[in-house]
């Protein structure tokens, strides 16, 4: 069964890690580390995502009942030039985070997301957290005859890891032409890309694809290469 991974969204802050409203309260600390590259190098401006992990308990029907009167943090800031992070004076309690910059994988769709707990009013230390350079694979849909939906792209469009998780594009480009996806993968490892596509008929460019609704390559990306490029023809619907 198919796995998909997903980032929490965050409000907005300012700064190196700008605080969210928080109640005083005793035992409050802060989570810190350095976010550098695979080389040592530190990552400047990395975007830092972080939530607290809400509590609570299930009712008789089975319906999770979030714990009455306990903070809720969800914010987001970026590193320093050192690629240091310290968060704002945060309450206690267990907290999830997700590191993410220009030119490398996101940290909770690749590696899983970073975990630090509050306790005692002592600052968590997660010490140094290691982002992986990001190979970026465009995927390419001609659409001459204007059939996706402005606002929908009507299949499921992404890459399969080793272990079947499925991560979606981040970034996506409508032109008169068609709409161009962009998906960042690790270097060296063998993936998939998967396209499903029920509604329309795909077709490749040198038709070695010829009326596909369903299409899965392997394919790695070797550090130095050209980024991977995809492309299909929307030929029309089903």
């Given at each position: 069964m198919l796995r998909f991974v997903r980032i929490i969204a965050a409000t907005?802050?300012?700064?190196?890690?700008?605080p969210a409203t928080l109640p005083a309260q005793t035992g409050n600390a802060r989570i810190k580390a350095t976010v550098g590259d695979e080389g040592g190098q530190p990552v400047g401006q990395a975007i830092v995502?972080?939530?607290?992990v809400i509590t609570g308990s299930r009712d008789a029907n089975g319906r999770f009942q979030m714990t009455p009167g306990q903070p809720l943090v969800n914010a987001q800031g970026s590193t320093d030039a050192a690629g240091a992070l310290a968060t704002p004076q945060l309450p206690t309690g267990n907290y999830l985070l997700c590191v993410k910059a220009a030119?490398?994988?996101?940290?909770c769709?690749?590696?899983?997301?970073?975990?630090?707990t509050i306790s005692g009013g002592t600052d968590s230390n997660l010490g140094k957290i290691v982002l992986m350079r990001a190979a970026p694979v465009v995927i390419r849909f001609n659409d001459p005859q204007h059939l996706l939906a402005p606002n929908a792209l009507g299949m499921v469009v992404g890459i399969l890891d080793e272990a079947n998780n499925f991560h979606a594009p981040e970034q996506s480009v409508t032109d008169a032409g068609g709409r161009t996806l962009q998906v960042p993968?690790?270097?060296?490892?063998?993936?998939?890309?998967?396209?499903?596509?029920?509604?329309?008929?795909l077709t490749s460019p040198d038709m070695s694809i010829a009326d596909s609704s369903d299409i899965k390559t392997p394919f790695h990306?070797?550090?130095g290469g050209s980024a991977q490029v995809f492309t299909f023809n929307i030929a029309g619907t089903r």
């Open positions: 907005a802050a300012s700064a190196v890690l700008a995502v972080y939530h607290r030119g490398f994988l996101t940290s769709n690749w590696s899983g997301w970073h975990r630090a993968v690790p270097y060296g490892r063998t993936v998939r890309l998967w396209v499903q596509a029920p509604k329309y008929r990306a070797t550090p």
